[in-house]
């Protein structure tokens, strides 16, 4: 691992090598590692990746109003799509709503966005969470936002591929229902993951590192990726290649 | 048409307690000089619906006790982290939260849309949001083609909607671009309330490249002219956000006596001094 | 991006014989140039929708035998009166139609757009159409609050959307201004196939005037520059119907002869010279 | 009756009569006397008479695409409509689809358009065909493209208010469900009618003459709504006002 690699630089190419030959991937609001990683892939496609970021003014894909987003995932347009979670369990469940018991939740998220809803219909939805703690990953969450599995007799064509978080990255099963440990980011280890997850997973008999990107993908990342990132975050961009902008 | 045109004091007044109010996100259109006009006149008991999440425009609204109900995807200031007034109600038990999904939500406003009493959803099924919600059902293909339970979401009839353009005309005509949600809220609330940035000198209908992005007249009720109407939040395409005073908000509004401090300086105060 | 362009002459190969084809009616954007590719091609069994109705597109392509089926709420040339080949298609018995009404098209239509398998539509019970869709039924309000039977519309979900617009741009984006319904088409389809009256140098989503107006490329499977591409119908904001050719055209497709004389000249012959 | 009066200014002036005090009213393509109408009313109105021309692209006004008009009607915006009918029978029935045992038409019709739709949502649809024969006026449709009334358990919020042809104003009583002579146009009498009407209707024991449009209503026709009428259906404006508009 190159001394100076940022950790963000590490996730955006760990979540970038997940969306290689897809054809269009869409970024909610206010995710910088994860629009930069569907940024990254579009440069490494050769234009055949289409990326439609909604926080975007300059990138502004849809002209249909809030609506489009859910009606274009529901057409088969939609490959690959994050969320996020207050808590996450084992089963992939994902809780955007609060802690205790719903309605009267001990601390509030700000609440389900359209997460019931493209779980079931991105083919490829990446979990992503940088803190990566019992208190996030627990063995049940407390509100189920979104269904991490189904059972047969429901319509689903979207669920989860893998948890990312700040740690390591987790591959999801569906026909197992959990997860399993995929790779360790350098600088952690398979127990330091054990201790802090809440929930039970499933362990390769070797561990291996996350894969840190080679210099071109790092070249790429740093001069256009960059560029293309700071138009939707540019104080994210400035902190995490700013050294790279001023070279 | 004269009657049309009125103040942002008036939209207030006229929008009633208990009022079903829909309200666009703070990326999108918000009447926030009308939202402090309905602090300042006390309203009671509103029912927002966020379209399908709301920011600060909420969070204000929520604090100083105007809101009895709130249903929305979400409560979110984005970068700006935790809506303090929001998560203050939550915690105190004071707010009714109707939890939804974003598609629902517009997925609802569509039936009331085109008049039909519920609209089927794709998804959904397992979260417990449907467990919590008696203005959803689910259903199955009549067809029989599509497997796996339908959700059924109920129509959304605001008695109000409530945004804030960059553009209006002589007639009413409202100029809101991409952010079409705004439109679906205009066809399915009983009354249209707008302010607008700029009044344009002609029609947004003749223009074949505003009329795309236009709410005719026809759906607005009432028109406030309104400079800066969205601020402290921006206004797409226009202006953004106002930093400085967003990150003021927040520090106040952490604490209830800092949020009424607020309140009177920039709610009340400027209504006394008029 | 590359590939998105082709030729009119490509598209008209790409809408394979049976295909299930959504166009516009005459006022709003007819691909006429691609409809007489089609011909030329000699397609074979298609299935029109018209969205909501079909004019002289309609019956040119019924008349050259392009057609097995027909749905759509009308055909209808204006005030140029009944559309001669469909009328004659239609008394041989030669032509299956599948009458509908303009609401439960876009229904339909918008049940695609979401990924749901029907709509439910007011109105229509009592009509005769109803009984004989079978892609039609009824219900009701799951939460028993709006009264009578509701239709319930299966989902449309065209193989191919062929239009022509105004404008588009080197990333497939095109500008179809007011004319949503074709929106709705693109979003439906399972491709859609445009031609455009001229390129448009720039990003059309980059224009908030434009974007308004503009079907994404997202959407967008092909592409042929073609100015004039709507003639002899017109094309919104641009021009007019050519009106002298389109009554040589009633007057000659009268007769099997005389349509088959007015396909030589225009269809086979422009094919043939080249 | 002037001398001068043409016979669409009387019809104009007619249909004009039963839209004064609406709030909102929409007319559709083709149809240049029901749009003259609208427009005559509007101009009575003082303003408050919104008239929604959807075949003029001068005066478009809707801007979310086919669809617009029948969302519009269901949310009770839409006060009154036009339709027509290729057959119309006593029970206001239309037919838009054929003559003949349906699929199976000896004679095609265009197709129903929004009529089944819009019949049972406008509250005060005019019907409007100038051809009085027993050839339109018929006992029974032979496909009911439209109902004109509607059982109890169907949701029905518009419907049949008046038929105007080129001899006769007929009422549409919903209660009886069958049409009343409500009056003749100048020139015409009620026999006349009798022998030119397919179905069967109520007649008063004095038939009413239509009333000529007075001079006030006469000017504005043919002056400031002439103008109007010209920017959608100028072949149409020139030949009725053509006249006026040289005076």
Not at chain 2, 99 to 105: E, K, Q, V, Y
Request: hydrophobic fraction near 45%; proline fraction near 6%; charge should be negative.
């Amino acid at each position: 691992m190159s001394a100076d690699l940022a950790p963000e630089e590490l996730l955006i190419a760990t979540v970038a090598g997940m969306l290689d030959g897809l054809r269009h991937v869409a970024v909610g609001a206010q995710s910088p590692i994860p629009g930069s990683a569907a940024l990254l892939a579009r440069a490494r496609s050769g234009g055949s990746l289409r990326v439609s970021m909604l926080g975007s003014e300059t990138h502004s894909p849809f002209t249909d109003g809030g609506r489009e987003l859910f009606d274009c995932a529901a057409q088969g347009r939609i490959d690959a799509f994050f969320l996020g979670g207050g808590q996450i369990d084992g089963q992939a469940n994902i809780n955007l709503v609060g802690i205790g018991d719903y309605p009267n939740t001990k601390v509030r998220f700000p609440g389900s966005f359209g997460s019931a809803y493209l779980y079931l219909l991105v083919p490829r939805v990446i979990l992503f969470r940088e803190e990566h703690t019992a208190r996030v990953l627990v063995p049940k969450v407390d509100f189920i936002s979104a269904p991490g599995v189904s059972d047969d007799d429901v319509l689903r064509t979207g669920g989860p591929h893998a948890l990312v978080t700040g740690r390591c990255v987790f591959a999801f099963n569906a026909d197992k229902r959990r997860f399993a440990l995929a790779s360790v980011h350098p600088g952690h280890d398979a127990d330091e993951i054990r201790e802090h997850t809440g929930f039970d997973y499933d362990v390769p008999d070797v561990v291996p590192e996350t894969q840190t990107p080679n210099a071109a993908t790092l070249e790429l990342l740093r001069g256009r990726v960059a560029d293309e990132v700071a138009e939707t975050y540019p104080a994210f961009a400035a902190r995490v290649f700013g050294a790279a902008d001023a070279a | 048409m004269s009657e049309l045109f009125t103040s942002v004091e008036d939209l207030a007044e006229r929008i009633p307690d208990g009022a079903k109010v829909a309200m666009a996100p703070d990326y999108s259109g918000c009447s926030m000089v009308t939202a402090r006009a309905l602090i300042a006149r006390g309203a009671r008991n509103l029912h927002l619906i966020g379209v399908p999440s709301v920011g600060f425009q909420g969070d204000m609204l929520i604090g100083a006790g105007c809101v009895e109900t709130l249903e929305t995807a979400a409560v979110t200031l984005d970068e700006y982290g935790p809506a303090p007034r929001f998560m203050a109600a939550a915690k105190a038990g004071t707010l009714k939260i109707i939890d939804g999904t974003c598609p629902a939500i517009h997925a609802g406003l569509q039936a009331a849309e085109k008049g039909i009493p519920y609209m089927p959803v794709r998804g959904i099924v397992g979260s417990d949001l449907l467990t919590h919600r008696d203005d959803w059902t689910t259903g199955t293909d009549p067809f029989g083609e599509q497997g796996g339970p339908l959700v059924l979401v109920k129509a959304i009839r605001p008695d109000v909607t409530l945004i804030h353009a960059p553009l209006a005309d002589r007639n009413g005509n409202v100029w809101i671009g991409v952010r079409r949600e705004m439109m679906v809220m205009a066809h399915a609330a009983r009354e249209t309330f707008v302010t607008a940035e700029e009044i344009y000198d002609g029609d947004l209908l003749a223009d074949e490249r505003l009329a795309p992005g236009t709410i005719p007249g026809l759906y607005v009720s009432a028109l406030a002219e309104a400079a800066n109407g969205a601020w402290p939040v921006g206004l797409f395409g226009r202006y953004g956000p106002d930093d400085a005073h967003l990150r003021d908000y927040l520090d106040r509004a952490r604490t209830d006596e800092g949020f009424a401090g607020w309140l009177d300086e920039f709610v009340y105060a400027p209504k006394a001094a008029e």
